[in-house]
T-cell receptor, first 115, second 112 residues
Framework: GAVVSQHPSRVICKSGTSVKIECRSL??????MFWYRQFPKQSLMLMAT?????????EQGVEKDKFLINHASLTLSTLTVTSAHPEDSSFYIC???????????FGAGSRLTVL | KQEVTQIPAALSVPEGENLVLNCSFT??????LQWFRQDPGKGLTSLLL?????REQTSGRLNASLDKSSGRSTLYIAASQPGDSATYLC???????????FGQGTTLQVKP
């Protein structure tokens, strides 16, 4: 079956540093990937839609300069949290949409802790 | 703006019970509805997907129904087991975009 890999699964960083999270579709091509954020005991909130070869589309209230998204290939999207602050600590999950199909596969998530 | 609500927020049942989780959405113009399972600190596992033209889907002990006109879906779990303990999330898409709007989830505990 389709597999989406997220890396790293856990990351701890100091306030002010930048952190990159990768989302890879391992056995299929994904023209579209989605990035979600989940705070403790809350549901997933869509942050942005990442399209291969074009700029990401951000949801209202999400700072595009803070959460940089790059989707340079059909199998890889990256989310960079720039100048991270403790309030950015969260669980970040990506999903990938199979090209030409209405099927989404989720990654296992990346837990970011900013000290 | 689409909003998805799940009731109850938490549920604790003894092993073997049949149970129903509820999901409601404010805009009935959905493309499809999905139920997911999330274990603590983990990603999502898709359980059932119901297209807008469908009324229900079944997989093993799970049955999901959809009443689009009333904006409701239920997830029925038969003969619950401790391994069913997890958070169950309902999500809808309003078009063929892949963008999911999630409910808050129901955290289920099945006690042995």
């Amino acid at each position: 079956g389709a597999v989406v890999s997220q890396h790293p699964s856990r990351v701890i960083c100091k306030s002010g540093t930048s952190v990159k999270i990768e989302c890879r579709s391992l056995d299929f091509q994904a023209t579209t990937m989605f990035w979600y954020r989940q705070f403790p005991k809350q549901s997933l909130m869509l942050m942005a839609t990442s399209n291969e070869g074009s700029k990401a589309t951000y949801e209202q209230g999400v700072e595009k300069d803070k959460f940089l998204i790059n989707h340079a290939s059909l199998t890889l999207s990256t989310l960079t949290v720039t100048s991270a602050h403790p309030e950015d600590s969260s669980f970040y999950i990506c999903s990938a949409r199979h090209s030409g199909a209405n099927v989404l596969t989720f990654g296992a998530g990346s837990r970011l802790t900013v000290l | 703006k689409q909003e998805v609500t799940q009731i109850p927020a938490a549920l604790s049942v003894p092993e073997g019970e049949n149970l129903v989780l509820n999901c409601s959405f404010t805009d009935s113009a959905i493309y499809n509805l999905q139920w997911f399972r999330q274990d603590p600190g983990k990603g999502l596992t898709s359980l059932l997907l119901i297209q807008s033209s469908q009324r229900e889907q079944t997989s093993g002990r799970l049955n999901a129904s959809l009443d689009k006109s009333s904006g409701r879906s239920t997830l029925y779990i038969a003969a619950s087991q401790p391994g069913d303990s997890a958070t169950y999330l309902c999500a809808v898409t309003s078009g063929n975009t892949g963008k999911l709007i999630f409910g808050q989830g129901t955290t289920l505990q099945v006690k042995p």
